[in-house]
């Protein structure tokens, strides 16, 4: 088992959950990260105590950053990415830099002793008819820059030693360093600060997967490395292969009062429309559990706690 893991871009939304889990469960954990993100990345102050947490502020597209970080690492969990594929179109050489040539560096200095688990996004499957399973054979045909980044970045790990890949769902779930861009977190919000969403593309499919079972993942691939290297699975939750209006009506289940309303106001830049199996990550041993109403009933929760909006004189 490795001993000392080093997670970068360990304050961020997967991240700051992922340094709770690995210290939980008995690892030394090194997060870097560039704080890019400002106040929005204090949640981990609560770690400061423990010991067998380090912080390293840096950029992953640094060499003697990474060289440093690397030398007292046993493996390496790579979440430092611009994630979404807005974020990315609105700086694309950002983008590339963060997200594909920082993954060409780690995997320049990293040892082949070293393993590198790896996030890839499910979004890599392209404009598909969300008539069929997504498997790990389906071709790769990304849209958008982040898809397109993330698959050249899970190529490069892959034709490397000791490296893991895990194609993500949605996310959802509270964390530290909160995202209400994700569409679950997004509708939940939306269904307890507006009380309506406008809707678009409401049959467009998608997998969903909660972010404690996506860093239960990646511990599971940390104590299974021989097993699993070289390999690419699916990570999601089989049950929760859902359109966005299915999605909406889960809410309103838990929210009655939400008002829907559908209408062809815009367009997924990835196209996404997609249900994805995660069978072949349940052979090897590992499956989410968490589903997505206790994730709903999560975040209700949550939400109570944000208080009045930064810029809203009302609640």
Do not use: W
Request: charged share 20%; glycine share 8%.
């Amino acid at each position: 088992m490795a001993d000392r893991v080093l997670v970068t871009g360990g304050l961020g939304y997967l991240g700051s959950i992922l340094c709770e889990h690995l210290l939980a469960a008995g690892y030394r954990v090194t997060a870097l990260d560039n704080l890019m993100y400002g106040l929005g990345q204090q949640g981990l102050f609560h770690l400061c105590a423990n010991p067998d947490f380090e912080f390293v502020k840096g950029d992953v597209r640094d060499e003697p950053t990474m060289k440093a970080a690397l030398k007292t690492a046993d493996a390496v969990v790579h979440l430092a990415a611009i994630v979404g594929a807005s974020a990315c179109d609105k700086d694309p050489a950002l983008t590339t830099g963060v997200n594909l040539d920082a993954v060409k560096l780690l995997n320049r200095l990293r040892s082949p002793s070293q393993a590198v688990i790896f996030p890839n996004t499910n979004s890599g499957y392209g404009a598909t008819t969300g008539a069929s399973y997504c498997t790990e054979e389906t071709p790769l045909e990304p849209i958008s820059l982040y898809g397109r980044t993330k698959v050249e970045a899970e190529r490069e790990l892959l034709g490397s030693p000791n490296a893991v890949a895990f194609r993500l769902a949605t996310v959802f779930g509270m964390s530290p360093r909160m995202r209400l861009d994700l569409l679950v977190n997004h509708f939940v919000h939306a269904a307890v600060t507006d009380g309506y969403l406008v809707l678009f593309e409401k049959d467009f499919k998608r997998n969903f997967v909660h972010v404690r079972d996506v860093a239960d993942a990646f511990l599971f691939a940390l104590r299974n490395v021989p097993k699993l290297a070289g390999g690419v699975y699916n990570l999601g939750l089989d049950s929760a292969n859902l359109s966005k209006e299915e999605l909406a009506r889960a809410v309103q289940r838990q929210v009655p009062n939400f008002y829907l309303h559908f209408a062809p106001i815009g367009q997924d830049p990835d196209k996404r429309n997609y249900i994805v199996s995660s069978a072949k990550l349940a052979a090897a041993g590992f499956e989410a559990r968490r589903s997505l109403d206790d994730g709903i009933r999560e975040l209700l929760k949550g939400y109570r706690m944000e208080g009045r909006g930064l810029f809203r004189n009302a609640a």
